[in-house]
């Protein structure tokens, strides 16, 4: 079966760092995305982990550990753009991706 | 077109009533996916196609048929709607020739069965 954990909901601070954790447990595992949806709007692709460790684009960055099931997705120097739903997504191998329910993220000022 | 659409933006329906949800895109990928989006659920795969001319089924299928004619089209079918089928459905394509299967979703279609 599939199992993928991330809390339901965040809040920050404008200017803040956030930390969106997301554990998984798979039958397999090619590798983890993160994607953003804002209120009303399509998810949009963020990132993507194959491999352990951080990667960093910009200020977001997102972290994996394949031997923990753990990845988190982290945001710098916020802005209110960045409320949204943050949605991990893990790819077991058969281009048929599971998602997990999302975390909702509030940027207040 | 650039990208992935869907039609209609939002519809009403009245319970019983058959409905078919179309998605298009252009970039030539082989894989095409349905999803249905409740609050507190995420997205919930309804069916895919890994190419044109076969699909298969995701996880909440009952009540929904889908068809892959050709590369670029992915139409889902609800031959008789229910209310528990108000919800908003996303199509997304991906290149499932790509390392990484990125999915690029259309913008959504809000239905509403009544």
């Known amino acids: 079966g599939q199992n993928i954990d991330q809390p339901t909901e965040m809040t920050a601070t404008e200017g803040a760092i956030v930390q969106i954790n997301c554990t998984y447990q798979t039958s397999g595992f090619n590798g983890l995305f993160w994607y953003q949806q804002h209120a009303g709007e399509a998810p949009t692709f963020l990132s993507y982990?194959?491999?352990?460790g951080l990667e960093e684009k910009g200020r977001f960055s997102s972290f994996l550990s394949r031997s923990k099931g753990y990845s988190y997705l982290l945001l710098k120097e916020l802005q209110m753009k960045d409320s949204a739903s943050y949605l991990c997504a893990v790819n077991p191998g058969s281009y048929i991706p599971t998602f997990g329910r999302g975390t909702s993220l509030i940027v207040h000022p | 077109i650039a990208g992935i659409t869907q039609a209609p933006t939002s519809q009403i329906l009245a319970a019983g009533r058959r409905m078919t949800l179309r998605c298009t895109q252009d970039m030539r990928h082989n894989a095409m996916y349905w999803y249905r989006q409740d609050l507190g659920l995420g997205l919930r795969l309804i069916h895919y196609?890994?190419?044109?001319?076969?699909?298969g089924k995701g996880e909440v299928p009952d009540g929904y048929s889908v068809s892959r004619a050709n590369t670029d089209d992915f139409p889902l079918t609800l031959a008789s709607a229910v209310p528990s089928q108000t919800s908003v459905y996303f199509c997304?394509?991906?290149?499932?020739?790509?390392?990484?299967?990125?999915?690029?979703f259309g913008p959504g279609t809000r239905l509403t069965v009544l």
């Open positions: 982990n194959v491999l352990d």
């Open positions: 997304a394509s991906s290149d499932s020739g790509e390392d990484t299967d990125t999915q690029y």
């Open positions: 196609s890994n190419t044109a001319g076969t699909t």
